[in-house]
């Protein structure tokens, strides 16, 4: 956490206020919460201070949502989705809000500390992928209210343009000297 001194004028003096400053943005990058090598994140949700999980960046539309223990945290969106909006005829959204609620007690439903997220998004190819967290309530101070995913520059994104060869023309190796005999 990073002190932020701020001097005050009062009459004559200065004095020193300090005030604390906290990031608001925590950074996941998408290979660490989809596809093979991912590993679930756990997300804190904090009493009155919600958290957004944010697809602006990798422009991913969000297309469905799961969380398995609704009884302590809400779930909103920035548009609508199957299964949430009752009449939502073009499902997509790029960022969840989560709220933390006080428990509520629902039959059948066992309690948990934690419970599972799972998010799904599709690119502007087509391509879906699906994005798991663990998301459990926080005491204390809040650590960040946004969770920013973030694309991970890989080999497979990158536009590989192939080496045309001349048939006609024999490859020559210019550095190379044979020995003459």
């Not at 969380?67 to 939502?88: A, F, K, V």
């Amino acid at each position: 956490m990073n002190k932020l001194i701020i001097f005050a004028i009062a009459g004559i003096c200065l004095m020193p206020l300090t005030a604390l400053a906290s990031p608001v943005v925590r950074t996941i990058r998408q290979s660490q919460a989809s596809g093979s090598t991912a590993v679930v994140q756990t997300i804190k949700v904090w009493n009155g201070n919600g958290v957004s999980i944010s697809f602006y960046e990798v422009n991913e539309i969000i297309k469905r949502v799961w969380i398995d223990d609704p009884s302590q945290i809400l779930i909103d969106t920035d548009g609508c989705l199957e299964g949430i909006n009752p009449n939502c005829q073009s499902s997509g959204a790029g960022l969840i809000h989560l709220r933390r609620i006080q428990k509520v007690n629902i039959p059948g439903l066992p309690q948990s500390k934690s419970t599972h997220l799972t998010i799904i998004t599709q690119a502007a190819d087509g391509r879906r992928k699906a994005y798991h967290f663990q998301v459990t309530a926080a005491a204390g101070a809040p650590e960040y209210s946004q969770i920013a995913i973030q694309s991970d520059v890989s080999y497979d994104s990158i536009e590989r343009t192939p080496v045309k060869l001349n048939p006609r023309r024999p490859r020559t190796l210019s550095n190379v000297k044979l020995p003459l005999k």
